[in-house]
């Protein structure tokens, strides 16, 4: 309020709001978006069990299995009944504390009677002033969102360059090859172009490197976010936070210059969360990585030099090969998904957080094979004198790599195994895995 800020954003309360006397009091306190979770649910059928983890929910909302899922009973109307009892009962209230609109109710908690509450012997102790605090200000400070936000979208890289520039690939899948200078100011680069790709030809995206262009320079937030199958980003120099997140198909690759005199394991070339949440596509990138590397990644396969603090959390899927050291706390919450980490030293378990995860030798053939593959690209890709040595010298590095495997994710694999054997197939297979798998006394142990 006492600079203005309050004009320029969107206020949302939520938290067990559930009638229309919650919303009107969090209005009061200054919002003016509202979150419901809970009740719509209950509209939909929902009798809160409290077994949404079990796969077990007898009225099909929280379940994958079939059976369960056909005593789903809710509707969209239910929702919508719900929501307009909401707004009925806020229009009443509205009408008895004199306001006609939402908006200019908004923020005025002088209409709160809050004494009996604070007389209440469970108030005891807690002080309400801060939060109901109204400073003075001039009558033209606006107390809800009245001035848009300007994203300054038209300027976007994708808008100005890119869009124009793969115009060819996204009508008729022709080839496209530019080198471009980017600087940091530069963000979401080739998200606009990967969304009309998307649109022009679904989740199946472009043959392998239809789009291809070599970056110079150091590339803003968020480069290569959710770029699909079709797209290969180059990047020489380095990257701010967030590259290719929400990764879907796409390719990046990252290396320093070709004059830098620095060690590339050793030096950051990528800022923090990069490929959060990616679902698809590949990255190599030539240096360290900042923290939480790969984090929710449930589908991309990486290859990166080093990484900081919280590598691969809450991964679900994909592949991750880190070719040196880790920071502290890796693989927590990891549950699916396979990281393969170079321990020279040896000292790696220090850092990996094993509640989630088993630590194994790599010697499944297969798995073996996989690594190298992924390695040889990152070299071929990158020019990586690190991945030159250790591909020269293979078969004495294989023993130094540690398979980071998370134990449900391994369990559910072997459930998997032995169903298909009975002669099981398909979604009939995954789906008697699963209940084998949540029964299994290791699980319900945390083992």
Avoid at 264 to 275: D, S
Avoid at 294 to 323: F, I, K, Q
Wanted: glycine share 12%.
């Amino acid at each position: 309020m006492l600079n203005n800020l309050r004009s320029r954003i969107i206020v949302e309360a939520d938290g067990q709001l559930k009638t229309g006397r919650d919303v009107v009091i969090a209005a009061l306190l200054g919002a003016e978006e509202f979150g419901f979770a809970t009740g719509p649910l209950v509209s939909m059928g929902c009798i809160m069990m409290r077994v949404c983890h079990l796969n077990t929910c007898p009225v099909g909302v929280a379940t994958q299995n079939p059976e369960l899922r056909k005593r789903f009973a809710g509707e969209p109307e239910h929702v919508v009944n719900f929501m307009r009892m909401i707004a009925e009962e806020v229009r009443e209230l509205m009408a008895q504390l004199g306001f006609r609109q939402l908006n200019k109710m908004i923020g005025r908690a002088d209409r709160l009677e809050v004494r009996k509450a604070v007389d209440h012997w469970k108030a005891k102790g807690l002080d309400f002033s801060k939060i109901l605090y109204q400073p003075e200000v001039p009558t033209g400070v606006g107390r809800f969102c009245q001035i848009p936000q300007e994203h300054g979208l038209e300027r976007a890289m994708d808008n100005t360059v890119l869009r124009k520039l793969c115009a060819a690939a996204i009508e008729r899948k022709e080839k496209v090859l530019a080198f471009l200078p980017i600087r940091n100011v530069h963000r979401v680069v080739g998200t606009i172009v990967g969304s009309e790709i998307t649109r022009r030809w679904g989740v199946e995206g472009l043959p392998e490197d239809t789009v291809e262009i070599h970056f110079t320079g150091s590339a803003g937030q968020s480069f290569g976010a959710f770029i699909p199958k079709g797209m290969t980003f180059f990047l020489e120099g380095d990257s701010n936070d967030g590259l290719g997140k929400g990764l879907s198909g796409g390719k990046l690759i990252i290396f320093p210059p070709a004059h830098s005199t620095f060690v590339p394991e050793e030096n950051i070339i990528i800022g923090n969360v990069a490929l959060y949440g990616a679902t698809a596509g590949e990255a190599y990138i030539r240096g360290m990585a900042g923290e939480r590397f790969a984090v929710r990644n449930s589908g991309a396969h990486a290859v990166v030099e080093s990484v900081g603090d919280h590598g691969c959390e809450y991964m679900t899927g994909g592949r991750v090969v880190v070719l040196g050291r880790t920071g502290r706390n890796f693989a927590a919450g990891m549950s699916g998904g396979v990281a393969y980490v170079l321990d020279e030293a040896g000292d790696f378990a220090r850092r990996c957080n094993l509640q989630m995860v088993g630590l194994e030798k790599l010697e499944d053939t297969d798995e073996i094979e996989l690594v190298w593959k992924m390695i040889q690209r990152h070299q071929a890709y990158t020019q990586s004198a690190l991945a030159g040595r250790l591909l020269a010298i293979w078969k004495e590095t294989v023993p130094t790599f540690v398979k980071v495997m998370p134990k449900d994710y391994k369990r559910i694999l072997q459930s998997l195994k032995r169903v298909q054997g009975s002669g099981l197939t398909g979604e009939q297979a995954i789906m008697a895995a699963f209940q084998e798998n949540a029964r299994d006394a290791a699980r319900i142990g945390g083992g």
